[in-house]
Structure formats: C-alpha cells, structure tokens
C-alpha cells in the first residue's frame, strides 16, 4: 500500500465532506451564543448555506475523479452521482423543517449541524471504496440518523423511535462489521477492488459467503429490506415528519450505493438466491401490510419497505442494467417520498397530531395546493406515467425482464397492482371524502413552497425526460463496472451474468 | 403527398390542445361562467382542428396517416409516434365530437368545483385521443394510464351515490389489467428494442422475435385482459354499471362514448394486429364471451329499475357486438364492428345525456319515479324516442347499419354466431321500448311531474347534434365506411396471412 502523504487532489476529493464538517461544526459553535426562540432561523439558513455549498464542491470534487487516500476513496460519476441526491434530498429536508421546528416549538441548534453531519457519511458512504471506510461512514450517517429520529424529545413515540432504531441499528452494523471481518479472513484485504480480484480469479473461499450474508443482513436493515423490516414502521411512526422524509430516503439510497458497490463492483458471490427472496419478501410484506395502515406515516414507511423491495429486483438482475436501474429509482423515489413527507410534516400540526388517513378528508377543498401536490407524490408513487415513480419501476421490471427474471417481475407487478390501492385511499380520502371534523390547516410558508416546487419538478420532470438521468446513470454504472478489477480489466467480461 | 405544416402538427395539436387548455384554467380566477365559456371554447377548437383530419385524409390509403415520428427518450428507445389510419380516425373524431358536448350538458348541472371539473374533462380529452393516435406502444400505455385518474376523480369527487366505491372499484379494475398488458409490452421491447407497433409488427411478421411462439399466448391474453376490461367483456363488466351509475352525466358520456372503445380499438389493433394466430386460435371462446355478454347484458337490462343502469347493461350488450365482429373475422364483420363503435358512441352518449337531464331536474334515475313524461316534456320526449330508435337499431337510423354488418360477418363465421347474436337486436327493442313506455306514456303518475321544465335552448343544442350524427350516419354510412373500410382490409390482410401459414 501506498503510504506517501495524502496530496491536494486527496483533499478535492473530499472536498463536500469537507464541507458539510466545517459548518456543521460552525452550526453547533454559533448554536449557544443565539437566542433559541428568535434565531432559529438563522441557524437552518446556515444549513441551507452548507449544502449548497456542498452541491457546488460535488461539482468541483467532479471535476477531478480519481482515487483517494491510498485507495480508500474514489470519485467516479457513481459517487457524484450519489452526492447530488443525497444534497439534494436534505436541501428540502432543511427548507421542510424550517417552518415544521417553529411550529413543533423544536430546539434547532444541534438539528441542523446533525443533518449536515449525517451527510458528511452518506456522501462518504457513496465513494468509499474500502469496507473499514464503508463502515465508519455508515456509523456517522446511522448515528446522526438516531438522533434526529428521536427530536421531538417531549413525545414518548419519537423516544421510542429513537430507542429502537439505535439499538437495532447498532446490531445491524455489527453484522455488518462482522461480515467485513470475515471477507479480510477470506480474501486477505477489505479493499473492494482486491476483493474483487480475488472473487472473480474464480477460486472463491466458502468464507467470502458467509461475509457477504453477514454484510447483506447490516446492509438489509439499512435500506429496510425485509426481512431486516421490522423496526420501520415504529420508528417512522415516532420520528419527526420531515425526518422520515430524509431518512427513507437518504441514508437509504447510501445504503444502496454501498450495496452496489458491494455486490456488484465486488461481485459478490452467491448473491442471486438472498436478494431473490429479500425483495420477493420485501415488496409483498411491505404492500400488503400497508393495506390495513390508518396513520399516514405508518403507511409509507411500509410503502417504503416495499420500494427497497423494487429496487432489490434489480439488484438480481444484470450488473449493468441493475446499477443504473436502482440509481434511477434511488433518484425518483427521494424525489416523491420527500415531497410526501414534506406535506405530511406540514400538515401534521404541532404535536404531529393529524397524522391519520381520516385526517385527510376533504383536503382536496381546504388546500388544493397541498392536496394537489400530495396527490401528484402520490400518484408517481404507484407508479402511474407522467411521473419519475413510473420509470423508476419501469427500467426495474425492465432490467429484471432483461435478465430474464420473469417470476420476480410478476410478482413486482403484481405488487404495485396492489400498492394502488393504499395510495389511493389517501386520493381518495382528500378528494372524495367531507371533512368530519374541523382539521385546521396551516398556510404554505415560502419555505415549504419552495421545497415542494423542487420536489414535484423532478417527479415530473424524471416522468417526462428520464433520458438525462438515466443516461448519467448508465454511463457511470458502466465506468464503476468495468474498473472491477483493475488489475486484470481485460479478462474481466461479463461472463458473470446471472445465476438465473 | 401533400406535406402542408398542419398536416405534420394536427395530430400533436388535436392531441394536446385540451390539456393546454386545462393548464390555462388552473390560472382562471374562480368565475365559473368564464371557465365553462373557456372550456368550450377550448374544446370547440378541438373539434374544429379534428376536422382538418377528416378534410385531407387519404381515403383508399391503408397505412397510418399524419404520421409523426421523433425520438423521445433513448433508453429505453421510445418515440413519439403518432398517426392515425381509418380505424383510428373516426374515433379521434368521436371523441373530439363529444366533449364540446359533455361541456354543454355540464354547463349547470356542476356547480361545485367548477374548474377542477373542467380541467379533468379537458386533460381526459387529451388522454383519450391520445390512445387513438399513439403508435408507439408505451405513448400509448402512458394515455392509457393517463385516462384513469381523471376519469376516476370525476366519478368519485362529481358523482352521487356510492361514489366514491364505484371510483375505486373502476381504477383496481383498470390498473389491475392493465399492468398485465404493460408486461407483455415489455417482454416485446425486451426482444424487439423498440417500442415502435409498426416495428413490432413488422418483426413478428417476419418471425426474428425470439421465443416468440412460446411466449406468444401470455403476451395476446396479457393485451387481452387490459382490453377485455374496458370493453367490458363479460364476465369483466362488474365495474361499468357503478361507474356509470354513480358518474356525472358528462363522465358517462365519455364513459360510454369513448372509454369503453378503447378497448375494442386495442382488440383490434394490438391483438389482432400483433397477434394473428392467437386471434385466431382464441376466437372462439372470445366470440362466445361476446355473445353471453349481448344476452347477458340485455336480459339484465331489461328488469332494471334504474335508467342509467338501462343504458349501462345495454352498452355490455352493444359492445359484445363489437367484439364479435372484431372475432369473425370477416370484412363486414371488422367494419360493423368500427360501425358500431361510432354509432354506439354517439347514440349512448346522447341517452346518458337524456338521463342526465331528467336527473338535473328530478336528482332520481328510478324509472318507477318517472311516467307520463311525455306530456309535460314533450322535445325531451322526441329527442329520447329518436335516439332510443337508434339505439334499438332501426333501419335508416346508425345502429342498424353496424348491427347488421356484424351479424352478416358473423353468419359467414359460424351460423350460430349470427342467430345468437341476431337475439340481441330484438332484446334492445324490448328493453329500450319498455323502459320508454314507463318513462314517457300513459299519465302523469307523479303530481310533480307535471311541473317539469321541457328542455332548455342549450340542452337542445347539446342534443341536435347527436340526433343529425345519428341520422346521417344511418343514411349515407358510405361516408364512414370508405374510410374504415380500407384500414380495415389491410388489419384482416395480417390475420388472414397468418391462418394461411397456420393451416399448412
């Protein structure tokens, strides 16, 4: 290993890393010395200034992609890639929660610093390419991620939440760590390039298995895959609206670069049959238990549970349609589920407390702007055209379809056949229901305008000109795959297609 | 060939013009009278350009028409291919022809919600001509998606009743088959890389589709369940009577009108343009669906207390003819099937709208309400005789000329087809007759009644033009025919090609 000292293009590579510390650090330096009841919104402009700082450094860590700090890092169009949505995605979680704390009568010092500290691990999450890396950054994101699940510190379900998702949570990475243990007893190196080496010289040591399960079980519950399900809904239930947003998504779609890079640029062996039944699992479990749901956000965390089961449809088929197929839907999915929340956290009140499907009745007349922009979320979620969430499950099934994975595309049809249905209640409810009761709602702050605007553009635009992105996605799914093994490119073909 | 600009663009514009449209009325200020003004407007001009259609047409031409072919999306290769052959026309038209009307009839019968009702009327316009005119098979799987909501949200947010069920009963119903048509398309992309029907066609033709004959099956019933859906085919038409039930008028006129064809369209275009052999092989048990459906629907008609439910059972049993002229597979029988279609679309369309102008007036569909209409109502009277004659399929009127198409492909196929089906022109005398002698003569059973305002000078206008559709296309069905008939011949050339090379 190369042990010179790190030189200034090491550091461009970090750069949005960079970053995001450095004002987080400044959030939670300012944090004491302002007036917690008037300022508060100074603080989440400080954020809103960190991340887009952070969207322009992505751009400037792009222009020189590479590998970084002996190996342990690489900037390639996959990681920009990623970098971008996960900015993205808490750009509108912090213009969400700009109005949401004030009228939760939240603290929001350490809120904003946490949001910028969890991405400094997501970001790194998406182009570390060294498994002690991959676990240290997991741990920053997991652990802001904590936190702020828990921030509604007077409500008794945000503890819970909080509780339950670190105790969980912590398990979960430490399979993770004991299955990057196990793949440096199997192939003598936690670098993803030599492991992938080592994997495709074709003499695969019967331990590699056992670390690539372990890695999939911390991994799995990351991305709330079922069977490692469980803990969503009671933490989504509990946690701060806007958080959920974030967190589905977010850490998610890290968790999902990681898997990628994993199973894929590491070929993982003996990955089909697990990811098979994860996502057979995930999809159906997730669908038909959101079918019975009354609280909204209940109802998307299982709506969520059966997207990752989407995503993982592709995670079985070809490499290279799989990779930009979930990039696609990493993208479109962040795009709907955040707007949703971001209404849901409007609407939802102080206290959180109109979080149920009866609440929503008659929206359509009260506030046709959020009524509206729900039903828009809503319907890209099923999946219906126009919408990012139609060719985000498009290029999946087609992917899937490619690989000749006809059993789990039908069942995916027939699962979003059956997500119609929970989402349109909620249609439903705002549009063709009477209000019983009197649910107040709240004007629409500029804020929250502005985050929705973001958020139904890109729905809208991934459902009208998917090209770009998708392009982006194909390219660098192609440029991650193919420096698989760096050593020995040329041998490397795309021989290991599928075990179906 | 003459390439003038509109030539290129009016497919686009007919297309798109509606939800342009609808995207204007969100900015109106909440003034009802201008929005429906606007709207009708808006849709009047859709009218207006579908003639253009018409007017240049190539009437001995078989291929598609106004073509328009550009790149969309790369990956996967999709384009927006439009264009519209003879079959394909006339229900373009149709559509365009009702929805100026559906604005008339709704001028005062929504008064709540003015502008989200003519938005969604407006966007579903744009979304139904859209199926007709897309020829690329994902443009037109995302029109046919884009149908559902709006029509959906009609039904449950303008509807009465149990709305709200017969709303989510007819999207499941939609998306649930529909998703298994979106399969196969994708298992056609899969193998062809294009989404393109003419290269698709072309392909199959040619037999370099690989595992087609395997695959060939699933894929016919994976369209077919989507279609069969909409038609609707028994034992697939449980959604139609609540939807169209509970629908406000201008949503069963569309419904009725417009929606249920495309179904038809798709049989023939997508399964029997795609699929020949399968058409072939699976005609048999479609064309006996077809025919439970013209009793079926008929004899249900008969004992419903309810006129709209009349209208609705008796659309199943029209419809039934639609596709046993589709699965006769003759000339005549193709183009009676086109024929009804358009016939069906005009003449129900204006008996919802009759029913929705005695339930603007009396907020009841039981027959048992009405009685002895005649005397207080007496335009309303005539207009619903004439329609209803030309419902039943009187000769000179539009559905005899259809009805009796089918039947005489229908004999050449298999005597039995005819005789059955033969039943069902006498079942529709006898429902639409009944139901008219309960409705308008005899006395006045109810005080009420008599009191009831006759028709209105927009209600009239509203309904003028289906009483001339329907006459003239009874006349001189000539002027439609020899448009049809073409495409027609060039859709059977593909099935008959086809049996030849399964009969060797």
């Known amino acids: 290993m190369n042990q010179t000292i790190p030189a200034a293009a090491d550091y461009i590579r970090i750069l949005p890393e960079i970053v995001l510390s450095i004002f987080g650090l400044v959030i939670m330096a300012v944090d004491p010395f302002i007036d917690q009841d008037k300022d508060q919104k100074s603080l989440g402009a400080l954020g809103l200034a960190g991340t887009v700082a952070a969207l322009i450094s992505t751009w400037v860590m792009a222009q020189s992609p590479g590998l970084a700090f002996w190996n342990m890092v690489r900037v390639d169009g996959f990681s920009v890639f990623f970098h971008v949505l996960v900015i993205a995605i808490a750009i509108v979680l912090i213009l969400t929660s700009y109005e949401y704390m004030a009228v939760q009568k939240l603290h929001a010092g350490e809120y904003y610093g946490l949001i910028l500290f969890g991405l400094v691990g997501m970001c790194l999450m998406s182009s570390a390419v060294e498994l002690v890396l991959i676990f240290i950054a997991l741990e920053i994101s997991s652990i802001s991620t904590y936190i702020l699940a828990g921030f509604r510190r007077r409500s008794a379900t945000s503890s819970e939440s909080s509780l339950k998702y670190f105790l969980l949570g912590s398990f979960a990475t430490a399979f993770f760590l004991y299955g990057v243990a196990l793949m440096f007893g199997a192939t003598g190196s936690t670098n993803i390039d030599e492991i992938s080496t080592v994997q495709n010289s074709g003499q695969v040591p019967v331990l590699a298995y056992v670390a690539m399960a372990l890695m999939f079980v911390g991994l799995g519950f990351k991305v709330a895959a079922a069977p490692f399900h469980v803990w969503t809904p009671d933490v989504y239930e509990g946690a701060p609206a806007p958080v959920v947003g974030f967190m589905s998504t977010a850490p998610k779609a890290a968790a999902f670069a990681v898997l990628l890079r994993i199973l894929f640029e590491a070929n993982a062996p003996g990955r089909f049959w697990f990811i098979w039944i994860s996502a057979a699992l995930s999809m159906t479990l997730g669908n038909v238990a959101a079918l019975v749901q009354d609280n909204v956000k209940r109802l998307l965390a299982y709506s969520s549970i059966a997207h990752a089961g989407y995503m993982l449809v592709a995670f079985a088929a070809i490499p290279e349609l799989g990779t930009s197929a979930v990039m696609f839907y990493a993208a479109s999915y962040a795009a709907m589920n955040v707007g949703a929340f971001a209404v849901v956290s409007h609407f939802a009140n102080s206290g959180e407390r109109y979080v149920t499907v009866k609440d929503y009745a008659g929206l359509g007349r009260r506030s046709p702007v959020l009524a509206g922009a729900l039903a828009l979320f809503l319907i890209s979620l099923i999946g219906i055209p126009v919408t990012g969430g139609f060719f985000a499950k498009f290029y999946v099934f087609s992917a899937a379809l490619q690989s000749n994975l006809v059993g789990l595309t039908i069942i995916g049809v027939i699962n979003s056949a059956i997500g119609a249905y929970y989402y349109l209640k909620l249609i439903v409810m705002m549009y063709m229901r009477e209000a019983t009761e009197d649910v107040p709602v709240l004007p629409i702050p500029a804020s929250l305008a502005a985050a929705l605007a973001i958020t139904l553009a890109a729905t809208i635009y991934l459902g009208i000109a998917p090209g770009p992105v998708l392009g982006y996605a194909q390219r660098s799914a192609k440029q991650m795959l193919q420096r698989e093994s760096p050593n020995e490119q040329a041998q490397h073909s795309a021989s290991q297609g599928d075990a179906n | ?504």
Request: glycine content about 8%; overall charge neutral; charged content about 10%.
């Open chain 2, 1 to 504: 060939m003459n390439t003038s600009v509109l030539d290129n663009l009016v497919l686009t514009l007919v297309t798109f013009i509606p939800a342009a449209g609808g995207v204007l009325l969100l900015l109106f200020p909440r003034r009802d009278r201008d929005i429906r003004i606007f709207s009708l407007i808006i849709s009047l001009l859709t009218f207006g350009l579908s003639l253009h259609l018409i007017a240049r047409v190539h009437r001995m031409l078989p291929g598609f028409q106004y073509e328009i072919d550009k790149a969309w999306i790369s990956s996967p290769n999709i384009h927006y291919h439009m264009g519209v052959d003879g079959i394909s026309l006339w229900l373009v038209l149709l559509t365009t022809f009702l929805t100026p009307l559906c604005v008339l009839i709704s001028w005062t019968s929504i008064h709540e919600r003015v502008k989200e009702f003519f938005i969604l009327l407006l966007v579903l316009e744009t979304a139904l001509i859209g199926v007709f005119t897309s020829l690329d098979l994902f443009l037109f799987y995302f029109f046919w998606e884009s149908t559902l909501i709006p029509m959906a949200l009609l039904i449950g947010m303008y509807g009465h009743g149990r709305k709200v069920y017969a709303a989510v009963k007819f999207f499941l119903y939609t998306m649930v088959a529909s998703v298994f048509m979106l399969a196969s398309m994708l298992w056609l992309y899969a193998k062809v890389g294009s989404f393109d029907f003419v290269t698709i066609q072309n392909a199959i033709k040619a037999g370099q589709v690989a595992g087609f004959d395997a695959a060939a099956q699933w894929l016919f019933l994976g369209f077919f369940l989507a279609f069969a859906v909409k038609v609707p085919l028994f034992p697939f038409h449980t959604w139609l009577p609540d939807a169209h039930v509970e629908a406000p008028t201008a949503g069963s006129v569309l419904l009725a009108g417009v929606l249920l064809k495309m179904g038809t369209y798709g049989l023939l275009r997508f399964n029997l343009g795609l699929f020949p052999e399968q058409s072939r092989y699976n005609a048999a048990w479609i064309a006996a669906l077809a025919l439970i459906g013209i009793v079926y629907g008929a004899l249900v008609a008969m004992v419903q207390p309810n006129m709209k439910k009349v209208i609705a059972y008796s659309s199943v049993s029209h419809l039934g003819f639609v596709v046993l002229g589709i699965f006769s597979f003759t000339q005549a029988g193709l183009n009676g099937a086109m024929f009804v279609m358009l016939a069906h679309g005009v003449s129900t369309g204006a008996l919802f709208m009759l029913a929705g102008i005695i339930y603007e007036r009396k907020h009841t569909y039981e027959l048992a309400e009405m009685g002895g209409l005649a005397a207080p109502m007496p335009k309303y009277a005539t207009f619903f005789c004439f329609i209803m004659l030309a419902s039943v399929g009187l000769p000179l009127l539009n559905g005899f000329v259809g009805e009796f198409l089918v039947l005489s492909g229908a004999f050449l196929t298999n005597s039995w087809y005819g005789v059955i089906g033969a039943t069902g022109v006498i079942w529709s005398a006898c429902y639409l007759l009944w139901m008219y002698q309960r409705v308008f003569f005899g006395k006045v059973t109810h005080a009420e009644n008599n009191s009831l305002p006759d028709l209105s000078p927009r209600e009239q206008l509203a309904l003028w033009p289906t009483a001339v559709a329907a006459l003239v296309m009874g006349v001189a069905p000539l002027l439609w025919l020899n448009v049809i008939d073409p495409a027609v011949r060039s859709a059977l050339a593909v099935a008959q090609v086809a049996t030849k090379v399964v009969g060797q």
